[in-house]
């Protein structure tokens, strides 16, 4: 699968502090990638990174196959991005903001200013002026500005701030549109879990500069977890395992994450045990996961 964005080391140190360390971020085609992590964990500034906006103390940065330090035209030509707050002219209208950022770029004409605006659901709203906007709004324009080029990356930093629950749905199910029918790759950090649960394919989980887990939200759905034990050999399988199990009346509950499964599995077997099922147990949310992996400090 293609690789549209791979940061490799990424580090930032500001004279003795360091704000980011060692970070390996890739994107694939199409794939929305969620960044998670408490306030300060660095997400802004892998982010900011990654945009091109500050320079990295090391590491590198590749978009579409080019350097961002050494081809920085050619790697963000491809990229839209909204990061923190839109910046935005409050004296001029939303059309008129538009035309303003489409006038700096080559090849941008009124139809695609037009489509850009309909698709941040911000087009019946163009003609007032920006100072007048809400925050969901403002968010609105900004995404506006970021489509306006067509990019095939969108680098994302709390695109739903202000948004009320019904925009924050319209947005799941248009970004989703975006990565599945035209492939365009999403990075994305919020602090919504429950909407990162439902939006991202993967997800990264960043604490005090680093990251310490990357995997599918399915696989962090189930990690750290308890196994099922289907079997109806339970005590053979209670000895076999030892301190691990719990005995339930739908089987046996095994301390151990998804990634043990075939380990367990292959102890059972070599104990005689007639193994029925062996599966994570159905788990919560992304939110547990998360308040788990980072001791409870919230995003």
Request: glycine share 10%.
């Amino acid at each position: 699968m293609d690789i549209v964005l791979e940061a490799v080391g990424l580090t930032k140190r500001i004279k003795r502090s360091t704000l980011v360390e060692n970070v390996d971020v890739s994107i694939r085609k199409g794939e929305v990638f969620g960044l998670l992590g408490p306030n300060g964990a660095g997400k802004t500034t892998t982010i900011r990174m990654l945009c091109g906006l500050i320079r990295p103390t090391k590491g590198t940065v590749h978009i579409n196959g080019a350097d961002l330090k050494q081809q920085k035209r050619e790697a963000l030509s491809g990229v839209g991005a909204v990061v923190e707050n839109p910046e935005l002219y409050d004296h001029l209208s939303g059309w008129d903001n538009l035309k303003h950022y489409a006038r700096m770029q080559s090849g941008i004409a009124i139809p695609d200013i037009v489509e850009a605006a309909e698709k941040a659901g911000i087009a019946d709203r163009l003609k007032e002026k920006t100072g007048t906007y809400s925050l969901g709004m403002r968010q609105r324009l900004g995404l506006a500005q970021a489509l306006l080029h067509k990019p095939r990356l969108l680098i994302l930093d709390e695109p739903t701030n202000g948004l009320d629950p019904a925009g924050i749905r319209e947005m799941r199910s248009y970004f989703r549109e975006l990565a599945e029918k035209e492939g365009i790759s999403i990075l994305v950090s919020s602090h919504l879990l429950s909407e990162m649960q439902l939006l991202c394919d993967r997800a990264a989980v960043m604490q005090n500069g680093r990251i310490i887990h990357t995997a599918t939200i399915k696989e962090l759905l189930h990690a750290d977890k308890q196994i099922v034990l289907k079997t109806e050999d339970m005590e053979l399988a209670a000895n076999a395992l030892s301190e691990q199990t719990i005995v339930t009346k739908d089987g046996l509950l095994i301390e151990a994450g998804s990634a043990d499964v075939p380990d367990l599995n292959r102890t059972l077997v070599e104990a005689g045990v007639r193994v029925q099922a062996l599966y994570p147990e159905e788990n919560g949310t992304l939110e547990e996961t998360f308040l788990s992996m980072t001791g409870g400090k919230e995003g």
